[in-house]
């Protein structure tokens, strides 16, 4: 697997976000100092509640923030920088495709408009073969020609997705963001999504970075794992690995909180780790580890030490007290 | 319902702002609160002479050019002090120095005003002033105590301050048949009978008179019908009047007043600067139209001067329509042929409404002979300000003329000679030295006769420039009460007697007369 | 909250200067010399010439500017050409007698606009709500000089129990002067017969002048309660238990007063706009008539300082709409707006 | 070339079949069709008013004293003025100025307006949405009437003056609507998209963001229709705007209201046709906001 | 058995414009007292509407062409005022589905949960009892420092916590009947597993019935009893918890368990073919025919029933005629 080439390299990555309140101006840590690479070809899921900063990774990933600290490598490159300095080329390189299908397409614009602006900014296709170049966009997302004028609120939620998917296509990247793409929608149309992307990831040779936070799907879609948690990684490892045996007291308390329909994936999930606490805001999180306030085996010095990332297995990454 | 004292009052509405300090006023409503606030020395009468008043007689010395008047005893100001001949010497040299309002009638011609003794005061003239004596009933005379221990520094008069300016905004100095009770800025003014007054009192005189800045003609007329207003103002449309009317209880008085409508036509200014066009203007005017219609009861004008003034000159033909003659004289002018590119400019006053017929009928008739008028609306304040240049004041413009004292020459004076240029009153730009010779001369001719004579020529020298087109000599209109008050100028026109007064003394509250019961009797 | 209001008011104090700029060189493009006009054609030159010094005609646009600035921060407006009196008096004046007919009237408009929309989104689609829906339509289309007219004539022909002009009736004497307002400087003098008087006198400008924005507000505030209607929290209340009265009249009715209220300051800052044409009718001698027969005039300091005015109270009403929306709607922030 | 056809035809369809799903919506509520009904007539009227008016003539340089003042007859409908002028010409000659006042201000007001608006919301944060909404506060503290009034006052009082007035006064508004919109629909993340995508600030503004603030201006737009010839009827009572014998609704009235009530038909019937004018404005507005609502 | 609320044959239509939208077609429902049942299906299919009739608060377009809805015996739509109140008030609550949009954004919690609490009808209520037993009702849904929420308003929670103040309002008074839609939606796998404990535990503890509407099938599997599975305005299957996933019947159920996801790996299925019917033309028959691959003629022209299949499950489906 480490074969395969890097093209992303996340280091140390931080983005900090000012607040006001009242007179004061507080920092709210999005990200704080995360490590991470994503190779050829690889789908990493980025997993974690909400609020852990998975999408303002991608955000900054994908150059829609500008970063506090860190760096961003693509493919050799440093491109730890805002979208408005990134040369047009590395923006065909790489695409995202957003949570939300309803707010990610212009309501006023036809599908044909939307899958017809990549391809002009880019300079990709003209006159007759712009259309054509659509229509076949149009059917690798298999959706039939018939969709071309029509407008995103007159198509189901399903298919705005599969839109919003030619759209990241149409450039030819070699990398795909994708920030929850099934997370609002129904396991049925969810399953055509992934499958499709799946087959389009083969097809295109394509690496996903792929963020949600059903684990179930996780298992089904990625080759890496990586667990976050309050802007800070906790765990990180290959699929198989990861949901045998997981480590950290963070990633057990949500695989055993996932609802599952089969008696063989109840037996998969770790003892039953009750659930307690609320994740504390990011404006105000705890000194020491910032689970401390939910860990069922919290130690005294939880309270003082923030862990550092540590190996526990091959490409299996740790960041707990409890292992170091 | 019991009659109360406040309802013997006369409400009489007029064109606001009313400016009741001598120094300051001049416009019709400013004379009916100045005529009712304050005594003059002489007063006048409907023939055009005057009588004695403040000044029981008088003699005139060295040819005309000292007047020395002896003071009434015994006349107290509203405040209680005694009316003396300071007080007259100061009021002349206030009026002077101030310059605005009436004193153009003696800036020309008043050398000095001294007081002889107590009740002896003496004008002497720089040169011979014919209608001295009438122009005096401009002339009001404050309590010289009174105003100075009001004068605010800082003004624009020097040592003088403000020459009491500030305070004599709301308040009165006066010794007249009123005494000022409230004012109430754009809003009215409010008088209380005078019970020292030196005149006496009828029985009947209204204890209370107020002057009410609207003109509003649904406003006049409901306050009317409510009877909560005596006397209208005179800028109603005919067809308010006509509705007024009919309301049971009040007539409309309809009286010669010795103003005239005129269409002043800016001499200067292409294309009126053309003699031959402002008489093809006038011939295309259908008057009958004018007096029959829009202002019945006016008469045609005959020259400058109302005929009404003495010292018209009755000789002088009026204008008719007659588009043959228009046309020849458009021939002859040098804008035939360009009349396209000349647009005639007309502006009327916005405060009288009833101009508007006038200026769309002088527009429908000037297009007849493709001539072509832009007819603005403009406040009088708008015109005032556009009056001050040439080059603003337009071709046109319709303005009715009031003499300020009753002779042909005050309308001469103010309207045609060069003097009076860039004022409202003469937006004719004129400047014609013969002319102004003219009035000087007549002006300067203590014989009246001779004067008359002198009048006579320059009304026609300027008759013959055609400076401004007469419409006519105005029949003013007012409703009122007749059936609970007495009105003495109403009683005259009933009569038709001839003859006008000033501007401001058809509305001496002091001889008018209200009877509350009669008019509770008809609410 | 405090430091929003600061912020508030100190963006309001840039806008307001921006509106002095414009102001007063609009002004200044009046053609006719101004000093002249004071006084009158035949004033002599001399006269004339100090009153120009005194009035800094003589020097560069900028220093007049600054001086005029100065001024108005000082109190000091110049004074009319119309009145001959400082414009600060005259505002004084006016002012109260406008803003007397302007707060009655915006209650009218409010309190009048959200009753009718009120009923009308109760009572939907019946006929009462046709009724009141084609009342605001006529409200909104007819402009206040039209009410204006139609109500001369029906209380002063048909239905004499309103007073038709001025602010007091003939023989009423205005009451000491405290706020200038007649209404409560009566009732601060503790006459109630004034008081009565004084407020017969505001009832019809008041209610001629709100119609407009009464329409307007019963128009928006019946369809925002529409909207609400179907948001789910009514359907949870009412699931609760809440009794239907309760939710309609506090639950749905809060949120519902948003957007009328967000609304509002335009409206009533536009009543100031429309008295003129109201004490026009009413023969009102308000700040408004004043405002206009100096633009009519061309009466500069007057013209400046009227406008400056309405600008502070403009920017006046719209801090105090935006605390009220901001009580109404806890979510938003005043310092979002 | 089949091919080619078959598209153009469908583009066709297509066309067809938007402007029937528009024309559906508007049609719902049958007011706006009633509002779209007088809006076309009166525009006809206006346009064509020289065929349309009974007396032509009468709405230029005409007086006939003889005839002033005559109630309503089937000489004159609606009967003649103090100047003895048809009033039923002159409300259709009337009606011009209004269409003038009120598509004159828009035309001018609206882009202005929205390209301020556009700009400024989208450089959200810059010195440049400071120094534009700025200015834009400092017109919006005015009420538009006492602005244009002010500006009127200052200028030779003529039609488009008035309009001039009007627009100086108008144009924040449509600035500050768009601004409003602007600034959200930055954050929306379709612009989001088009920017990753690499698209030109152009794009995004006017191709992005401008399309979807179209409704709500659209709406306003109508609405104002009204209120710009409203506004333009109040400069005409006080005198300012179109002078005479060009008629104006507003001077109609104004004029009128001095004989009223004996002879109501002098004022009354352009304060209806005022009504009539501006709630058909109001009645299109609303069908256009149901039109361009976008829920199916 | 003792029903508590029981649906029979119900069709609800909402009026829009160009005709009915048909959403209800003939639901049959049953829920016994303190059972505790889920009812699945994906987006659309009419369970919010199937809930919202049996607290009589359906938006105004709503028609009901046929059928009843008895709570505790009586006809909900036959109520009379009073009684709605009562039930409403006493007899069942419901936990909306969307936290943020169920709560009045501008009145404070505290206002919110005194209304709720002084309209149920409990006598002798003063202002310092309510503000008690709203303190109590929070502290049982367990957030901290409940005297600071009551003074808040709903956008200064986080969304579990607003979850937990609707299910606080829905239990602060005493009623027989919960029903919780979706009310996990919005929220974290932690966090949603902490406020589903939670329900269990206070429905546990009082002994309430509880209908929880979920689309997650995992979700219904470990909270309920008995698991309806509808579509499309139908409910097409009905049974016993473990039976159900053990041995789905229905086409749509089997294929709607497949597209889950599994813990244990495997890939997903391709998904179900085709959209859900338009309410406006649904088909005539079996309205998941068009998307079944079953589907024969009959299926076409006919509404299948429930089908008894014995041990309380029940199908709707020809294919077990
Ligand atoms: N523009 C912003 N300004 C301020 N705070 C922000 C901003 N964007 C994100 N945050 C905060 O940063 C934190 C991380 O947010 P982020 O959207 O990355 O979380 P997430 O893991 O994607 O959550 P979700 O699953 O809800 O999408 C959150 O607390 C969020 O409130
Ligand atoms: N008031 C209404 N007017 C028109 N259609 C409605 C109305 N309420 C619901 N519907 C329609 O009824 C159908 C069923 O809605 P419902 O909310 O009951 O579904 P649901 O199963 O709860 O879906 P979800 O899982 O999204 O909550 C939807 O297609 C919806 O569009
Ligand atoms: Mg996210
Ligand atoms: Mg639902």
């Known amino acids: ?324 | ?523 | ?337 | ?296 | 058995m003792d029903d508590l609320v029981k649906i029979q044959d119900l069709y609800v239509w909402f009026k829009v414009y160009g005709g009915y939208m048909k959403v209800l077609n003939g639901v049959n429902f049953s829920l016994g007292k303190g059972e505790k049942v889920s009812i699945v299906g994906e987006t659309g299919c009419g369970k919010t509407t199937t809930m919202k009739t049996i607290l009589w608060i359906l938006s105004s377009q709503a028609y009901i062409p046929k059928g009843e809805v008895l709570f505790e015996g009586k006809d909900v739509l036959k109520m009379k005022e009073s009684e709605i109140k009562r039930l409403r008030g006493r007899g069942a609550a419901m936990i909306f589905q969307d936290p943020m949009a169920s709560l009045n954004p501008v009145f404070t919690i505290g206002d919110q949960l005194a209304a709720v609490i002084s309209n149920s009808g409990i006598r002798d209520l003063d202002k310092e009892k309510i503000r008690q037993l709203s303190i109590n009702a929070l502290k049982e849904v367990k957030l901290p420092d409940p005297d600071r929420i009551l003074g808040s308003y709903p956008f200064q929670m986080s969304g579990g916590m607003r979850q937990r103040i609707c299910i606080a309002m829905a239990l602060a008074t005493e009623r027989a009947l919960i029903i919780a839609d979706e009310p996990t939606t919005n929220l974290d796998v932690t966090i949603q597993d902490q406020i589903l404990a939670l329900l269990r535990e206070m429905v546990a503890k009082r002994g309430n019935s509880l209908i929880l509407i979920t689309h997650s099938m995992g979700i219904a599997r470990e909270n309920a009893d008995r698991i309806y599975v509808m579509y499309a305005g139908n409910m097409v299957e009905v049974s016993d918890n473990e039976e159900l996933f053990s041995n789905p019947l229905h086409p749509y159920t089997e294929m709607l368990l497949s597209c889950v996801p599994k813990l244990s790996g495997g890939g997903i299925a391709e998904g179900i073919p085709g959209r859900i019917p338009d309410y406006l033309n649904p088909p005539p028959g079996c309205r998941f025919e068009p998307r079944c691959p079953y589907a024969f003629k009959r299926c076409r022209e006919e509404k299948p029933d429930f089908f008894d299949m014995g041990n309380g499950h029940k199908v709707a489906c020809f294919k077990y005629d």
């Not at chain 1, 044909?112 to 712009?130: F, N, Q």
């Not at chain 2, 020395?68 to 100061?90: I, M, P, Q, S």
């Not at chain 2, 300000?385 to 004041?393: I, N, P, S, V």
């Not at chain 4, 078959?6 to 066709?12: I, L, R």
């Open chain 1, 1 to 324: 697997m480490s074969e395969s080439r890097v093209i992303l390299e996340v280091k140390g990555l931080k983005k900090y976000f000012p607040v006001h309140r009242g007179d004061k101006t507080l920092f709210v840590k999005a990200i704080d100092g995360i490590d991470f690479e994503v190779r050829e070809g690889e789908t990493v899921g980025l997993v974690g509640e909400s609020g852990s900063g998975k999408s303002t990774t991608a955000y900054c990933v994908i150059g829609m923030y500008s970063v506090t600290d860190g760096t961003i490598v693509f493919k050799g490159k440093d491109i730890s920088c805002a979208s408005a300095q990134r040369p047009l080329e590395l923006k065909r390189d790489m695409q995202i495709v957003f949570q939300d299908p309803g707010t990610s397409l212009n309501p006023q614009h036809t599908i044909y408009k939307i899958l017809e602006l990549p391809l002009k900014v880019h300079g990709l296709a003209k006159g007759h073969e712009l259309h054509d170049r659509i229509v076949q966009l149009l059917e690798s997302v298999e959706l039939p020609e018939s969709y071309l004028y029509k407008y995103p609120r007159m198509i189901g939620g399903g298919e705005r997705q599969m839109v919003a998917i030619a759209r990241a296509l149409a450039t030819n990247p070699s990398f795909m963001i994708l920030d929850e793409p099934t997370s609002s929608l129904d396991v049925s149309v969810q399953a055509k999504i992934i499958n499709m992307l799946l087959r389009l990831q083969k097809e295109y040779n394509l690496s996903y970075l792929f963020i949600t936070h059903d684990l179930s799907l996780m298992r089904n879609v990625a080759t890496r794992v990586v667990i976050m948690y309050l802007g800070k990684i906790a765990e990180m490892a290959p699929t198989e690995i990861f949901f045998r045996s997981p480590q950290h007291p963070y990633t057990q308390m949500l695989l055993s909180s996932i609802p599952v329909v089969t008696q063989q994936e109840e037996d998969l999930k770790p003892k039953k780790i009750k659930s307690q606490g609320e994740i504390p805001s990011p404006v105000n999180v705890p000194p020491g580890c910032s689970f401390n306030t939910r860990c069922p085996f919290v130690k005294p010095e939880c309270y003082e030490r923030d862990p550092v990332m540590v190996q526990v297995g091959p490409d299996h990454f740790v960041r707990c007290n409890l292992f170091t």
């Open chain 3, 1 to 337: 909250m405090g430091i929003n209001l600061l912020k508030r008011i100190g963006l309001s104090i840039f806008v307001l200067f921006g509106l002095s700029i414009l102001i007063f060189f609009i002004s200044r493009v009046v053609p006719g010399d101004p000093a002249r006009l004071a006084l009158g054609p035949r004033a002599p030159e001399w006269a004339v010439e100090n009153l120009r010094q005194e009035m800094h005609l003589d020097k560069p646009l900028y220093v007049q500017y600054a001086l005029w600035l100065n001024g108005f921060v000082h109190g000091d407006l110049g004074k009319s050409l119309v009145t001959r009196r400082p414009v600060t008096t005259d505002i004084k004046e006016f002012l109260p007698a406008t803003l007397e007919i302007v707060i009655l009237s915006a209650i009218v408009l409010l309190v009048g606009g959200v009753f009718l929309g009120i009923i009308s989104a109760k009572f939907t689609n019946t006929w009462l709500d046709g009724l009141i829906r084609i009342i605001s339509y006529l409200g909104i289309v007819s402009p206040a000089f039209v009410w204006a007219i139609i109500f001369v004539l029906i209380f002063g022909y048909a239905l004499p129990i309103f007073p038709t002009m001025e602010r007091l009736s003939p023989g009423v004497t205005a009451p000491p002067t405290v706020t200038g307002m007649y209404t409560v400087d009566s009732l601060l003098a503790g006459d109630m017969s004034t008081f009565v008087d004084a407020f017969k006198h505001l009832v019809l400008p008041a209610i001629a002048l709100a119609m407009g924005g009464m329409a307007q507000a019963a128009r928006i505030t019946r369809s925002s309660m529409l909207d609400n209607m179907g948001k789910d929290y009514i359907a949870a209340e009412k699931a609760y238990g809440i009794p239907e009265g309760l939710v309609f009249v506090k639950y749905l009715l809060k949120p519902s007063l948003i957007p009328t209220v967000s609304v509002a300051s335009l409206d009533i800052a536009a009543l100031f706009g429309n008295a003129f044409l109201v004490e026009l009718i009413f023969n009102y001698p308000g700040f408004s008539r004043y405002g206009i027969t100096a633009m009519l005039n061309k009466d500069l300091n007057a013209i400046a300082g009227v406008i400056m005015i309405l600008g502070i109270i403009f920017v006046t009403i719209n801090i105090i709409i935006d605390f009220i929306v901001a009580y109404l709607d806890p979510r938003i922030g005043l310092a979002g707006r």
């Open chain 4, 1 to 296: 070339m089949i091919a080619q056809k078959a598209s153009d035809n469908s583009a066709v369809n297509r066309y067809l079949e938007n402007f029937k799903k528009a024309w559906y919506k508007f049609s719902r509520n049958k007011m706006s069709v009633v509002g779209l009904v007088i809006v076309v007539l009166i525009i006809l009227s206006a346009v064509f008013a020289h065929f349309v008016a009974p007396y032509p003539h009468h709405a230029g340089a005409f007086v006939n004293y003889a005839e002033a003042n005559l109630a309503p007859s089937w000489d004159h409908l609606l009967g003649t003025d103090v100047f003895g002028r048809d009033i039923l010409s002159r409300i259709i000659y009337a009606f011009r100025g209004a269409l003038t006042m009120g598509i004159g201000v828009l035309v001018v007001v609206v882009p202005i307006g929205t390209i301020i608006g556009l700009i400024a919301g989208y450089m959200k944060g810059t010195l440049i949405e400071t120094v534009l909404m700025r200015i834009t506060d400092v017109f919006l503290a005015l009420p538009p009437l006492i602005l244009a009034l002010a500006v009127c006052a200052v200028m030779r009082p003529t039609l488009f003056n008035s309009m001039m007035a009007v627009c100086i006064s108008w144009w924040p508004w449509y600035a500050r609507l768009v601004y409003g919109m602007a600034t959200s629909l930055r954050n929306e993340v379709y612009v989001r998209a088009a920017e990753l995508i690499g698209a030109s600030r152009f794009h995004i503004i006017f191709r992005e963001i401008l399309p979807n603030c179209l409704a709500p201006i659209f709406t306003k737009m109508m609405l104002d229709m009204g209120w710009v010839i409203l506004t333009g009827a109040s400069l005409s009572f006080v005198g300012l705007g179109e002078q005479p014998p060009t008629p104006a609704l507003g001077t109609m009235v104004s004029d009128g209201a001095k004989y009223l009530p004996d002879y109501w038909w002098i004022s009354i019937f352009p304060a209806i046709a005022i009504m009539i004018i501006v709630l058909a404005f109001n009645l299109l507005g609303d069908g256009v906001k149901d039109m361009l609502s976008t829920e199916e």
């Open chain 2, 1 to 523: 319902k019991e009659v109360k004292p406040e309802d013997s009052i006369i409400r009489i509405t007029e064109d606001w702002p009313v400016f009741i300090d001598p120094g300051v006023g001049s416009k019709f409503s400013d004379s009916i609160a100045l005529v009712n606030t304050y005594d003059t020395l002489v007063f006048p009468k409907p023939d055009g002479t005057v009588v004695p008043h403040l000044a029981t007689k008088w003699d005139i010395l060295d040819n005309g050019l000292t007047y020395r008047f002896y003071l009434r005893e015994g006349v107290k100001f509203h405040n209680g002090d005694e009316l003396t001949a300071e007080d007259v010497e100061f009021s002349m040299k206030r009026l002077l120095d101030i310059g605005e309002g009436f004193a153009y009638l003696f800036t020309r011609n008043v050398a000095e005003v001294k007081a002889v003794d107590k009740y002896t005061v003496e004008f002497k003239l720089s040169q011979p002033f014919g209608p001295f004596l009438q122009s005096l009933v401009r002339l009001y005379i404050l309590n010289k105590d009174e105003v100075l221990a009001h004068i605010q520094k800082n003004g624009q008069y020097g040592e003088m301050g403000d020459y009491g300016k500030n305070w004599l905004l709301t308040n009165d100095a006066g010794s007249g048949p009123y005494k000022v009770k409230e004012v109430k800025m754009e809003e009215y003014v409010l008088w209380e009978k005078f019970d020292d007054y030196w005149g006496g009192w009828d029985a009947d005189a209204p204890k209370y008179f107020k002057l009410s800045g609207s003109v509003e003609p649904i406003t006049v007329r409901t306050a009317v019908g409510r009877r909560e207003l005596e006397i209208t103002d005179e800028l109603q449309p005919l067809e308010n009047y006509n509705m007024m009317d009919k309301i049971e209880g009040v007539d409309v008085a309809t009286f010669l007043n010795g103003h005239n409508l005129n269409m002043m036509l800016n001499t200067k200014k292409a294309p009126t600067d053309d003699v031959h066009f402002r008489r093809a203007l006038a011939y295309c005017i259908d008057y009958d139209a004018i007096i029959t219609s829009i202002y019945p009861g006016s008469s045609l004008s005959k020259g400058p001067v109302p005929a009404v003034l003495p010292g018209h000159d009755p000789t002088i033909p009026s204008f008719k329509r007659d588009l043959e003659k228009a046309k020849e004289e458009l021939k002859k002018s040098k804008y035939y042929g360009k009349l396209d590119q000349y647009p005639v400019s007309l502006s009327w006053c916005a405060e009288a409404p009833e101009e508007e017929k006038l200026a769309l009928l002088i527009q429908a008739n000037a297009a007849e002979l493709g001539i072509k008028i832009e007819i603005t609306k403009k406040p009088f304040g708008s015109m005032m300000a556009d009056a001050q240049k040439m080059e603003t004041t337009p071709n046109a413009s319709l303005v009715f003329v009031a003499p300020h004292y009753n002779e042909a020459g005050s309308m001469l004076m103010s309207r045609y000679h060069s003097s009076s240029c860039g004022t409202w009153e003469q937006m004719e730009w004129l400047q014609d030295e013969n002319i102004d010779r003219l009035i000087e001369d007549a002006l300067a001719t203590v014989d009246i006769n001779e004067r008359f004579e002198k009048y006579a020529k320059a009304q026609k020298a300027i008759f013959d420039l055609c400076p401004t087109i007469w419409l006519f000599d105005q029949a003013e209109k007012r409703a009122y009460q007749s059936a609970y008050i007495y009105w003495p100028t109403a009683e005259r026109a009933l009569k038709k007697e001839t003859g006008c007064l000033p501007m401001g003394y058809d509305q001496y509250v002091h001889d008018m007369k209200v009877y509350p019961e009669k008019r509770l009797a008809l609410l």
